[in-house]
């Protein structure tokens, strides 16, 4: 079994910064993929950026220029940094591992904006 435990969010002004770690462990033999999603009341998760393991991201069209995920391969771990942050940033956010055909889901870290 993988787990997953996100770490890193709260309450944050807009315009300010947060950064989210995802840490991985147990039965990782490959990891293909790791990313965050986010969840806002009433709405459809949503990706937010992934990166594959050759190094390859995607981000979603509302958090370019802005978001980044950098990570840490030897220590399997996933940062989100969350820059430029708005109201609409608001939602649980969720690190995702993807390793074969199977993803790993972690429970979920809260951002709120706000000022």
């Known amino acids: 079994q993988v787990q997953l435990v996100e770490s890193g969010g709260g309450l944050v002004q807009p315009g300010g910064s947060l950064r989210l770690s995802c840490v991985a462990s147990?039965?990782?033999?490959?990891?293909?993929?790791m990313g965050w999603y986010r969840q806002a009341p009433g709405k459809q998760r949503e990706l937010v950026a992934d990166i594959t393991s050759g190094g390859s991201t995607n981000y979603a069209d509302s958090v370019k220029g802005r978001f980044t995920i950098p990570r840490d391969h030897a220590k399997k771990t996933v940062y989100l940094q969350m820059n430029s942050l708005k109201p609409e940033d608001t939602a649980v956010y969720y690190c995702?591992?993807?390793?074969?055909?199977?993803?790993?889901w972690g429970q979920g870290t809260q951002v709120t904006v706000s000022s």
């Open positions: 995702r591992l993807r390793q074969g055909v199977a993803a790993y």
């Open positions: 147990g039965s990782i033999f490959r990891i293909n993929a």
